[in-house]
């Protein structure tokens, strides 16, 4: 087995200008994968006892899903995914909503500038 370190190295990116709130994004989308590896391992055992199968940690770590399966997880994920971030892309969509007018505001000035 393959030993990986706990910690990268080097900094971590910072997205926001307060780091407290990097950490909290951190945490967060560490929280989410859990939740999505646990969903995960619950639909396994759901297939499984659907299809008549044996259950035990090798048969649930071992399992892989049939594409219609896959494809569902997916779009569950997505939606999870969606859910957990909506805040953050809420922002970004504000901050693009407001570049847009702002370079509106721009073009307009090059605009009356150059027929001027």
Same mark, same amino acid.
């Given at each position: 087995m393959v030993e990986l370190p706990r910690k990268a190295k080097g900094q971590r990116p910072a997205y926001f200008s307060d780091p407290a709130i990097d950490k909290l994004l951190s945490m967060t989308l560490a929280l989410a994968g859990e939740v999505s590896v646990l969903r995960d391992r619950i639909d396994s055992i @759901?297939?499984?006892?659907e299809t008549g199968q044996?259950?035990?940690?090798?048969a649930v770590d071992d399992f892989v899903p049939p594409a219609a399966?896959?494809? @569902?997880?997916?779009a569950r994920r997505d939606q999870f995914l969606g859910i957990v971030l909506r805040a953050i892309h809420d922002e970004r969509e504000d901050m693009a909503a407001k570049l847009d007018q702002s370079s509106t505001g721009y073009e307009a000035a090059v605009e009356d500038v150059e027929t001027n």
């Open positions: @759901e297939y499984l006892l044996s259950i035990s940690r090798k399966l896959r494809a @569902e997880r997916d």
